[in-house]
Structure formats: C-alpha cells, structure tokens
C-alpha cells in the first residue's frame, strides 16, 4: 500500500508503525470524513479483473450494430467518441441521437464472476463513520452487479450514475454539483476515491478530500502532477481503507 500526502502533510508524517489515529497521523484526519464517494470500475474492485474488455467488446458491437458496419471501423470511431466526447455514449447522444437507457443496457450486459468478493473491503466500509455512494459513468444495475459480487453492496446509501447526471459523464463539473446538491454533501467533509486522475480535478474544485487509485494505463494516470491535486494515491485500496478506519 503506498499512500502520498501533500508536502505539508509529509513533514508530520508518523514513522511506519507508529499509532494510528494519532495528531499527525495523516490517515486519522480522513476517518472521520462525514461522506465517501467512491469510483466503481477499477476503483472498488482491482484492475485486473479486466471487465473493461468485455464492455469494450460490447460497445463495439454495438456501433457495428448500429450502424451496419465491421467492428474495425466501429473501433475507430469509439475511441473517436470517447476522445472528443468524454465517455462514447456521450458521442452518440449528441451526434447520432441514440437511446442511452438501450445503450447502457446492451454494454453492461457482461459476465461479473472475475470479480472475486472481498471481505477486507466490506469490512473496511463497514467500520469506516460517514456515508458512502458510488459515483460512476456507468449504471445502477452495473453498480449493483459489481458491488453486489464484491459482497459491498449493502454498505452504500446511494448509487449516482450517469443517469443522475443528465448522461453527462465526469470530468464535467456539473453532474459532481447535481451529487452534492441532491445528496446533501459537504465537499469540505468528503472524500473521492477515483481511479482516472482527472476525474478528481472537479471534486478537489469543490473542495473534497481526493484519492487516487494509482492506474498505469495512460487515460488514468493523464494529468497527474500537472495541476489536479491528489491528496492520497492509494496502491491497494481495501488495505488503505482498512488503515484508514483503525482496523
């Protein structure tokens, strides 16, 4: 687990093993955070299960599908989508007027079983004060498919998905304002946990405590260091957690 804290937070960094919850712990000041708001996809469960590659597979065939082509070129114009637009749906709804609820529905219609249960995780969440919901570009029922595999599901109030934000994907700032006005949050008394850096640049606007579930892919790690401020990068996040909440 490896965790980095800002250059103020580093000088009053404990030694490794010292107690936690103590004054200058850096750890101690997130536990009692009065709401988490958690990234779902390579954020509460590891990368490399790898479900990406199947939604990935999905969206492609649904562009070829849609639009009576061969999945080559429907690959080109997904990354073409997911550059200009954000998110690929996002592209679709503005230039081609397609039915967002029957997109969600084909591309999330995936095989979960890769993802294994984690019981460090629940039980990190389950000590951890504060309420907790998932934020994500993806949907309730994904949402509920995943965490209900990793065995989480009942530790979250709430699930905002790119429904709740009008299908207007992160990093725009506005769904992250629609979430705190309809959820009650308090940016100054919140965390984010997210994997893609940049998404964390409007929750830090706002005021939120920000983590970064470090990723190698360059789409994750674009932008760190150059103007998005990540208060913790996390390596392995139901240990950090578990840290987190004195376990």
């Known amino acids: 687990m490896t965790v980095q804290t800002s250059p ?10 010292s107690a936690s919850g103590s004054a200058t712990d850096p750890l101690a000041a997130l536990r009692d955070r009065a709401v988490w708001i958690f990234d779902l ?8 299960c790898d479900l990406f590659s199947q939604v990935d597979r999905r969206i492609n065939e649904f562009i070829a599908t849609h639009f009576n082509i061969g999945m080559d070129e429907a690959r080109v114009r997904q990354k073409q989508f997911f550059r200009e637009y954000g998110t690929t749906l996002r592209g679709l709804m503005m230039e081609h007027d397609v039915d967002p609820v029957a997109y969600m529905d084909y591309v999330h219609d995936i095989d979960v079983t890769g993802v294994q249960p984690s019981a460090l995780l629940a039980d990190a969440l389950g000590r951890l004060p504060g309420r907790k919901i998932i934020y994500t570009n993806g949907s309730v029922r994904h949402a509920e498919n995943v965490a209900g595999r990793l065995g989480i599901l009942d530790r979250f109030e709430a699930v905002f998905d790119i429904a709740a934000g009008g299908f207007v994907p992160k990093p725009d700032p506005r769904p992250y304002a629609t979430l705190v006005e309809r959820h009650g949050v308090d940016p100054a008394d919140a965390c984010m946990v997210e994997d893609i850096a940049r998404n964390l640049a409007p929750a830090h606007a706002l005021g939120m405590t920000t983590a970064w579930v470090r990723g190698e892919k360059e789409y994750e790690k674009a932008g760190v260091g150059a103007g998005i401020h990540i208060d913790h990068t996390v390596d392995d996040l139901p240990s950090w957690l578990a840290a987190v909440a004195g376990l």
Do not use: H, R
Request: glycine share 6%.
């Open 8 to 17: 103020q937070d580093k000088a009053a960094a404990p030694a490794p093993g």
């Open 41 to 48: 996809d390579n954020t509460l469960y590891p990368a490399s």
